[in-house]
């Protein structure tokens, strides 16, 4: 399977732990993204990376999150100090151009659990 | 930033009926996509409309984009349980490419 995958797929934490989260793009995916989905809501923005530079972040990602894509080909997204509010779906998606409009392709995402 | 409402947020068919979801902006769009997920599932590209009241069709699936590029529309004919699912609409920024979800409109099939 070729598709974007993700490790874990679901991650249960005590409040003030930290966690990390994997993402493995699509092969040659030159834009990865990272994104949030609560219960009942459409997926958020968080951040994006356009090879190894990470372009934008949103202000919903607070001073406690911090991601990397060290190599241009995979991503962490970390969260230190856990709140309960952190408790989502992370998703990650990634496109193969910069530039044009592409489809974004979604991993199956990481569950996380704050208690 | 741009938003995009959907309506409605909640959509109980019968199985072989049809089925529609609206997607409005207060500001002109560039283009617009549209993504399904399942329950418990990942969103999935549908679709992707960039031109004023383009038309687009996939099997029962029909996809409309406004004159004015600040609505659309997806329209699925004769459900299917297979259609059960989220369906958002969704926004991007040529250049950066983020994406923004709209609201949602969630369909579930009686079968």
């Known amino acids: 399977d070729t598709g974007v995958s993700q490790n874990p797929r679901h991650k249960i934490t005590k409040r003030g732990q930290n966690v990390t989260f994997r993402c493995d793009p699509i092969?040659?995916?030159?834009?990865l993204y990272w994104y949030r989905q609560t219960l009942g809501q459409g997926p958020e923005f968080l951040t994006y990376?356009?090879?190894?530079?990470?372009?934008?972040k949103s202000r919903l990602l607070s001073d406690r999150f911090s991601a990397e894509r060290p190599k241009g080909s995979f991503s962490t997204l970390e969260i230190q100090r856990t709140e309960q509010g952190d408790s989502a779906m992370y998703l990650c998606?990634?496109?193969?151009?910069?530039?044009?409009?592409?489809?974004?392709?979604f991993g199956p995402g990481t569950r996380l659990t704050v208690l | 930033g741009q938003q995009v409402m959907q309506i409605p947020q909640y959509q109980h068919v019968q199985e072989g009926e049809d089925f529609t979801t609206y997607c409005n902006s207060s500001?002109?769009?560039?283009?617009i996509q549209w993504y399904k997920q399942r329950p418990g599932g990942h969103p999935v590209f549908l679709i992707q409309?960039?031109?004023?009241?383009e038309v687009k069709k996939q099997k029962r699936l029909t996809f409309q984009f406004g004159e004015a590029k600040k609505n659309s529309s997806l329209h699925i004919t004769a459900t299917q349980t297979t259609d059960v699912g989220t369906y958002f609409c969704?926004?991007?920024?040529?250049?950066?490419?983020?994406?923004?979800f709209g609201t949602g409109t969630r369909l579930t099939i009686i079968p």
């Open positions: 998606a990634s496109s193969p151009r910069a530039g044009v409009t592409d489809t974004q392709y």
């Open positions: 092969s040659e995916h030159n834009r």
């Open positions: 990376f356009q090879n190894e530079a990470q372009l934008e």
């Open positions: 500001t002109t769009l560039s283009n």
């Open positions: 409309l960039v031109k004023s009241g």
């Open positions: 969704v926004i991007s920024n040529f250049g950066n490419e983020k994406l923004t």
